[in-house]
């Protein structure tokens, strides 16, 4: 069955700092896709970026960058330069190709960005 | 057109209760997805819609659970003789079908935070 594990419920960083957010998945289909979504206190989700399985690069969307290791099936988001307002909740989630339009989401990570 | 949009963003009910949710998407998307999250959890998938079509169903799904794309554009989701464990946030989300590429996020609303009292 597939899975997304998210392993540190909280985290903290200094504003201006860089900060990873862990992600790993399990799935047994070589094609799928990889996601991130931020979620303040307001409740939406915000989709941030994505990855590919046959993506060569790691993707980058600004600020945001996924580092994707296939072979250990983790795909860590990684934050540089954290403000004040990237405080939210943030989810990794995983829709396998062909099989499933469904997201299956870990149960996310509270970033927590202080002055 | 800025977003998905859910109505209402919150509802409270009593145990025993049918309510009824109703999510707008994004105009060109022809895919609807419902979610459910409760405290401390991520989202779980529930349903989704290609047009008006509903193509897959959670086994979260009970019978009390029923929803509807009548037309292809807005949903509704209803549930009868509501319960305490049904108290959590209900998500909307909409995409475009991929054509061969993968790369169609999903852009959710805000979603509706039921609480059955």
């Known amino acids: 069955a597939q899975k997304i594990t998210q392993t540190q419920p909280g985290m903290f960083v200094q504003e201006k700092e860089a900060v990873t957010l862990d992600c790993t998945y399990d799935t047994s289909d070589p094609s799928y896709g990889l996601f991130w979504y931020k979620q303040p206190s307001s409740g939406e989700m915000i989709f941030l970026i994505y990855q590919g399985s046959y993506d060569q690069q790691n993707a980058t969307e600004g600020r945001y960058s996924l580092n994707f290791q296939k072979a250990r099936k983790s795909a860590n988001l990684v934050i540089s330069a954290s403000q004040l307002g990237d405080s939210a909740m943030y989810f990794c989630?995983?829709?396998?190709?062909?099989?499933?339009?469904?997201?299956?989401f870990g149960t996310g990570t509270r970033l927590q960005v202080f002055p | 057109d800025t977003g998905v949009s859910q109505d209402p963003r919150h509802k409270i009910t009593k145990r025993g209760q049918n309510v009824t949710f109703r999510c707008d998407p994004i105009?060109?998307?022809?895919?609807l997805y419902w979610y459910r999250q409760t405290l401390g959890q991520g989202p779980e998938f529930l349903t989704y819609?290609?047009?008006?079509?509903?193509?897959?169903k959670s086994r979260l799904l009970s019978d009390r659970f029923s929803a509807e794309r009548p037309k292809g554009s807005f949903s509704t989701l209803e549930i009868q003789r509501t319960e305490q464990g049904d108290s959590a946030m209900y998500l909307c989300?909409?995409?475009?079908?991929?054509?061969?590429?993968?790369?169609?996020?999903?852009?959710f609303g805000q979603g509706t935070r039921l609480t059955v009292v």
């Open positions: 105009s060109e998307h022809n895919r």
């Open positions: 819609f290609q047009n008006e079509a509903q193509l897959e």
């Open positions: 989300a909409s995409s475009l079908a991929p054509t061969g590429n993968m790369n169609t996020e999903a852009f």
């Open positions: 989630a995983m829709r396998e190709a062909y099989n499933t339009d469904k997201l299956i």
